[in-house]
């Protein structure tokens, strides 16, 4: 194929690597995070610097492919037939500056070294759940997170990049310089140019305060009731994630968990204990276990009980408008049926706060949502599909009369595109903007179909 001798001629100037069909590697390096899904790229390359870069943005020119920049994460959406993918690893600068209470982070620095880089400084970051993900990829494409309630999105706390653009031109981008390319990175980075390094605000929190508490399953509707409630006026201060946990009877389990299932109610304040969650709670259920006191983002992060490796998965989630006694009550009744096995773990996050008052202008928006679910469904060697694709779509149904009109990038799933993610006029100005910012349609269209 002609485009295959065009990037093999490119790849005997990098100082990095490109790897074509047919090397021995090859397969391995195609694949994602998330090993349950498949892409079939022309090439896998991991520039070593910003000529590199300039390389092989001229080279899928000259052989009419594309070029899709896929972070460390679980974010990959699907098939990236035609591109090369573009590993980011070798781009790790990271300064951080505590009296102005930024970060200048390189695309392939992951969240893990942010958070260590900050441990006991009185500073965090507006970092994911996850420690392997990296800053580029949540922050481009949303990003959602412990401090979210505090501090808004991780696209809301972004206050410049560094981009290549199509042309070759290397530059810094903020409000001043482009209002409406930083509108459209803020949420949509991928499929807008190839991002080098990202400035960002780090969250004064002088006071973290962390707290677990585990009730059995028989409670969840109450304790979700209540902490429901706690949302009409919980300071921004508090963030509050909920978990419906329901491990499968397979054999790769454990027998001690297998089988058994529990809620959890995590908080996180950035202004000493709340005592009022705690004691709330206290009166609604029976709490099994209950761990309190300070924290941090690095303990988070060693106990969120990630994968720290390539793993398959698959999940849906949904944005809620509201989270009332009927939309509760229907989610229990779908939880405790027994056909619903494969979904392991709901996710529910209190929204508001901050959200609901960004503090830059962006595409990615959880304004005037309450309220994002996660379910998890594990994918384990040899057991079927179909029952987690029942569940998921089932689900869906169960919560369609509250969904939002729109969620967060981070928070689609394969094959699902930006259209879900805000109005019409703004997924047309979010089209003109990658038409100025790339107009020969290098990039991958990404979720945004051309």
């Given at each position: 194929?002609?485009?295959?001798s065009?990037?093999?001629?490119?790849?005997?100037?990098?100082?990095?690597?490109?790897?074509?069909?047919?090397?021995?590697?090859?397969?391995?390096?195609?694949?994602?995070?998330?090993?349950?899904?498949?892409?079939?790229?022309?090439?896998?390359?991991?520039?070593?610097?910003?000529?590199?870069?300039?390389?092989?943005?001229?080279?899928?020119?000259?052989?009419?492919?594309?070029?899709?920049?896929?972070?460390?994460?679980?974010?990959?959406?699907?098939?990236?037939?035609?591109?090369?993918?573009?590993?980011?690893?070798?781009?790790?600068?990271?300064?951080?500056?505590?009296?102005a209470?930024?970060?200048?982070?390189?695309?392939?620095?992951?969240?893990?070294?942010?958070?260590?880089?900050?441990?006991g400084?009185?500073?965090?970051?507006?970092?994911?759940?996850?420690?392997?993900?990296?800053?580029?990829?949540?922050t481009?494409?949303?990003?959602?997170?412990?401090?979210?309630?505090?501090?808004?999105?991780?696209?809301?706390?972004?206050?410049?990049?560094?981009?290549?653009?199509?042309?070759?031109?290397?530059?810094?981008?903020?409000?001043?310089?482009?209002?409406?390319?930083?509108?459209?990175?803020?949420?949509?980075?991928?499929?807008?140019?190839?991002?080098?390094?990202?400035?960002?605000?780090?969250?004064?929190?002088?006071?973290?305060?962390?707290?677990?508490?585990?009730?059995?399953?028989?409670?969840?509707?109450a304790?979700?009731?209540?902490?429901?409630?706690?949302?009409?006026?919980?300071?921004?201060?508090?963030?509050?994630?909920?978990?419906?946990m329901?491990?499968?009877?397979?054999?790769q389990?454990?027998?001690e968990?297998?089988?058994?299932?529990?809620?959890?109610?995590?908080?996180?304040?950035?202004?000493?204990?709340?005592?009022?969650?705690?004691?709330?709670?206290?009166?609604?259920?029976?709490?099994?276990?209950?761990?309190?006191?300070?924290?941090?983002?690095?303990?988070?992060?060693?106990?969120?009980?990630e994968?720290?490796?390539p793993?398959?998965?698959?999940?849906?989630?949904?944005?809620?408008?509201?989270?009332?006694?009927?939309?509760?009550?229907?989610?229990?009744?779908?939880?405790?049926?027994?056909?619903?096995?494969?979904?392991?773990?709901?996710?529910?996050?209190?929204?508001?706060?901050?959200?609901?008052?960004?503090?830059?202008?962006?595409?990615?928006s959880?304004?005037?949502?309450?309220?994002?679910?996660?379910?998890?469904?594990?994918?384990?060697?040899?057991?079927?599909?179909?029952?987690?694709d029942?569940?998921?779509a089932?689900?869906?149904?169960v919560?369609?009369?509250?969904?939002?009109?729109?969620?967060?990038?981070?928070?689609?799933?394969?094959?699902?595109?930006?259209?879900?993610?805000?109005?019409?006029?703004?997924?047309?100005?979010?089209?003109?903007?990658?038409?100025?910012?790339?107009?020969?349609?290098?990039?991958?269209?990404?979720?945004?179909?051309?």
């Amino acid at each position: 194929m002609a485009h295959l001798s065009v990037l093999d001629a490119a790849r005997r100037a990098l100082r990095g690597t490109l790897l074509l069909p047919g090397d021995e590697s090859f397969d391995d390096a195609c694949r994602p995070w998330n090993l349950a899904i498949e892409q079939h790229p022309v090439g896998v390359a991991a520039p070593a610097d910003l000529g590199d870069l300039r390389t092989l943005v001229h080279a899928a020119r000259d052989a009419g492919v594309t070029i899709a920049v896929q972070p460390t994460g679980h974010g990959a959406s699907g098939d990236l037939t035609g591109a090369v993918i573009l590993r980011m690893a070798a781009f790790d600068e990271l300064e951080i500056d505590l009296e102005a209470g930024t970060a200048r982070v390189g695309s392939g620095v992951r969240w893990g070294a942010v958070v260590d880089a900050l441990d006991g400084t009185g500073w965090v970051a507006p970092a994911g759940t996850s420690p392997v993900v990296s800053v580029a990829g949540y922050t481009l494409g949303g990003g959602h997170s412990w401090f979210s309630r505090t501090a808004g999105l991780g696209s809301d706390n972004l206050r410049a990049v560094w981009m290549l653009r199509s042309d070759g031109e290397h530059e810094r981008v903020d409000d001043d310089s482009d209002p409406d390319l930083m509108w459209a990175l803020r949420g949509a980075g991928g499929v807008m140019g190839i991002v080098t390094a990202l400035e960002i605000d780090l969250v004064a929190a002088p006071a973290v305060w962390g707290a677990e508490l585990a009730f059995g399953a028989g409670n969840a509707a109450a304790v979700m009731r209540a902490v429901r409630d706690l949302a009409v006026d919980a300071p921004s201060s508090l963030n509050v994630f909920m978990n419906s946990m329901r491990m499968p009877d397979v054999p790769q389990l454990p027998e001690e968990i297998r089988g058994r299932s529990f809620f959890t109610v995590q908080a996180l304040s950035t202004n000493g204990p709340a005592e009022r969650l705690v004691s709330g709670l206290g009166r609604v259920g029976t709490v099994q276990r209950e761990v309190t006191g300070p924290t941090s983002p690095r303990l988070i992060a060693e106990s969120s009980g990630e994968p720290t490796d390539p793993t398959p998965g698959r999940g849906v989630s949904a944005a809620l408008s509201s989270l009332d006694d009927d939309t509760i009550d229907e989610l229990m009744r779908f939880r405790a049926q027994p056909e619903q096995w494969p979904i392991m773990g709901i996710d529910i996050r209190m929204l508001g706060g901050a959200l609901d008052e960004p503090r830059r202008a962006g595409f990615a928006s959880l304004q005037g949502v309450d309220w994002l679910l996660h379910a998890l469904v594990p994918v384990f060697p040899g057991v079927p599909g179909e029952p987690g694709d029942a569940s998921m779509a089932g689900f869906g149904e169960v919560l369609a009369r509250a969904t939002a009109p729109h969620t967060v990038p981070t928070f689609l799933g394969p094959g699902q595109t930006l259209e879900r993610c805000g109005r019409t006029a703004a997924v047309d100005r979010l089209r003109r903007a990658r038409t100025i910012a790339d107009p020969e349609a290098l990039l991958h269209e990404g979720r945004l179909p051309r």
